[in-house]
């Protein structure tokens, strides 16, 4: 078993599920979503995009892609939040929280073709 392959897919899947835990709830209610999952889902992302740099292949590209989207997504969440809540002083209101909820949507949507593509990458691996 090769252990970098295992890192590897740890941290995309684990991404992955965290960017879930966050989205999962009533999508504009703010006690459903919690702030240290979404600092959590953007740290283990930018770890599952460092580890996709260096792989030369056509999919290793495209995982790449996936993976800066997310975190880009990621990082405007963090932002409005912050924004919403130290910024502005208006806290998180239901609509703000809806906009940091679509956000991660969109980076949840980016994981979960990296895990395809993961997925697909390891089937077409022949021993």
């Given at each position: 078993?090769?252990?970098?392959?295992?890192?590897?897919?740890?941290?995309?899947?684990l991404?992955?599920?965290?960017?879930?835990?966050?989205?999962?709830?009533?999508?504009?209610?703010?006690?459903?979503?919690?702030?240290?999952?979404?600092?959590c889902?953007?740290?283990?992302?930018?770890?599952?995009?460092?580890?996709?740099?260096?792989?030369?292949?056509?999919?290793?590209?495209?995982?790449?892609?996936?993976?800066?989207?997310?975190?880009?997504?990621?990082?405007?969440?963090?932002?409005v939040?912050?924004?919403?809540?130290?910024?502005?002083?208006?806290g998180?209101t239901p609509?703000?929280?809806?906009?940091i909820?679509?956000?991660?949507?969109?980076?949840?949507?980016?994981?979960?073709?990296?895990?395809?593509?993961?997925?697909?990458?390891?089937?077409?691996l022949?021993?």
């Amino acid at each position: 078993m090769n252990s970098e392959k295992v890192v590897f897919a740890f941290f995309i899947v684990l991404a992955l599920t965290l960017n879930f835990g966050f989205v999962i709830g009533e999508f504009s209610n703010p006690a459903h979503h919690n702030a240290f999952e979404l600092f959590c889902a953007l740290v283990v992302s930018l770890i599952a995009t460092v580890l996709k740099f260096g792989d030369r292949t056509h999919i290793g590209a495209v995982l790449l892609a996936t993976s800066l989207v997310a975190d880009l997504q990621l990082v405007i969440a963090c932002v409005v939040w912050g924004v919403s809540v130290y910024g502005t002083g208006e806290g998180l209101t239901p609509d703000i929280m809806a906009d940091i909820v679509s956000l991660t949507s969109g980076a949840l949507v980016a994981n979960f073709a990296s895990v395809i593509l993961l997925i697909t990458e390891t089937a077409m691996l022949r021993r």
